[in-house]
């Protein structure tokens, strides 16, 4: 029986995202400090450029969304795909690639707009499968092999044409991903920082000698505000 997947919810942009961020820490008075997590989260909610399976429509979504239907024209939205051939056909001129999608020939959408998962045959070979539907087991620009008359060249040049195929990235994530990577570097190395320093005060707090204790550390106050590791409500 078919593995049946929840819809995507509608999400706002990455930008839209940020700003009610920055509004809840103006509001909340938070402090603006972010943890490693937080940054990886951003990291994950980037937007990707998707292509609807029929029409080829654009659409973005954040890039943990995987898999999902458009509302508006009920297909499938797969994320899109570069070939960096610079003889690639499908190349319309310019330095702009040819963009493409790696569809699961094993999903399809729902009547309530659901992503379907139809199940592999036993037994079977499953890239055969997939070949059988018309798909392809890696990503494979469409238009360089058609052009290759269905990839007949030895291994070695197939895998050239196997590393053409890469994941598109949006400009703008581009450039945001790369502020978030060196965020991420200064702050796992200002952790790892504070992480030695305390080991080194724990190896130079003294020991107790024979027959005397250390003293109780003093009772830390409480906070009613600031609780450690309260979590926030779900959105």
């Known amino acids: 029986m078919p593995n049946r997947l929840p819809p995507l919810d509608q999400r706002p942009s990455s930008t839209a995202r940020g700003v009610a961020l920055i509004d809840c820490l103006l509001m909340t008075g938070c402090s603006s400090e972010r943890s490693l997590s937080d940054i990886e989260r951003e990291s994950r909610s980037l937007d990707v450029l998707y292509l609807t399976a029929d029409t080829g429509?654009?659409?973005?979504?954040?890039a943990s969304a995987g898999v999902f239907v458009d509302r508006g024209t009920g297909e499938l939205?797969?994320?899109?795909?570069?070939?960096?051939?610079?003889?690639?056909?499908g190349r319309q001129g310019g330095d702009r690639p040819f963009l493409f999608m790696h569809r699961d020939v094993m999903l399809k959408a729902g009547p309530d707009g659901e992503v379907?998962?139809?199940?592999?045959?036993a037994g079977r070979d499953p890239a055969e499968v997939i070949r059988s539907r018309g798909?392809?087991?890696?990503?494979?620009?469409?238009?360089c092999w058609a052009a290759r008359r269905g990839g007949?060249?030895?291994?070695?040049?197939a895998k050239q044409f196997l590393e053409c195929s890469q994941p598109h990235v949006l400009p703008e994530s581009a450039r945001r991903r790369t502020?978030?990577?060196?965020?991420?570097r200064q702050k796992a190395g200002t952790s790892a920082a504070r992480r030695r320093s305390r080991l080194a005060q724990e190896d130079e707090t003294p020991r107790p000698s024979h027959g005397t204790t250390l003293p109780?550390?003093?009772?830390a106050s409480r906070c009613l505000v600031c609780r450690p590791g309260q979590r926030a409500s779900p959105r």
């Open 77 to 89: 939205c797969f994320p899109a795909y570069e070939c960096r051939n610079p003889a690639c056909p």
């Open 152 to 157: 007949g060249e030895a291994t070695a040049e």
């Open 179 to 184: 502020q978030l990577e060196e965020e991420y």
């Open 135 to 143: 798909g392809f087991p890696d990503p494979t620009c469409p238009a």
């Open 216 to 219: 109780s550390p003093p009772v």
């Open 116 to 121: 379907v998962r139809d199940d592999m045959p």
């Open 57 to 62: 429509k654009q659409v973005r979504a954040p």
